[in-house]
């Protein structure tokens, strides 16, 4: 059976971890973030080409991404402000023959290291292992963002290898690291 992320993931979907709540994002909470942790820091943790957007051709950008049926971009509020995101998980590369998914994440800078991302993260890893058909998420980051790296293996994601020299950053070509979390590895925990 062929069936797209949006197939599978309800639309008005809600998951909860006490004070963070997840939730599809909409298009200004999305624009709001890449305002407010700008292009410098997107540039930097991505191993991607990224292109030069003015604001308006970002929200078409966005606009496009979210109409995407192979990605679903979740927002992340805290109880205490739900009108404002303070940082988004991005679900993507959908494949519905292995029934894997890319992950990518971001977190507003003043809501890092208070463990947010794992809290998110985890009740995320239970809906998509509990509640879907998909077998595996993967993520892929720079061997220089020690943060992410440390966030994956606390979470029981496998290092499966490296890209050499994949991931430039202020003219340096870095490793960029493969990880991935089964099923089976999920259940393991």
Request: charged share 25%; aromatic share 12%; glycine share 4%.
């Amino acid at each position: 059976m062929i069936y797209k992320l949006h197939d599978i993931i309800p639309q008005n979907i809600k998951l909860s971890d006490s004070d963070l709540i997840l939730h599809q994002i909409s298009l200004d909470d999305i624009f709001l973030i890449w305002k407010f942790q700008g292009k410098n820091n997107f540039i930097n943790e991505s191993c991607r080409p990224v292109s030069s957007r003015n604001d308006q051709e970002e929200k078409e950008f966005y606009k496009s991404v979210l109409k995407n049926q192979n990605v679903f971009i979740f927002g992340i509020y805290h109880s205490g402000s739900v009108e404002k995101a303070i940082g988004q998980i991005t679900l993507s590369d959908f494949n519905c023959r292995n029934r894997s998914s890319e992950i990518g994440y971001s977190l507003m800078s003043e809501y890092q290291k208070r463990g947010y991302m794992r809290r998110c993260i985890s009740v995320l890893n239970s809906f998509i292992f509990t509640k879907t058909p998909m077998n595996k998420i993967y993520a892929q980051t720079g061997e220089f963002n020690k943060s992410s790296i440390n966030l994956l293996e606390h979470l029981h994601f496998h290092c499966d290898g490296h890209l050499r020299e994949h991931h430039e950053l202020d003219g340096v070509l870095y490793e960029d690291y493969l990880f991935s979390l089964t099923r089976n590895d999920w259940l393991k925990y």
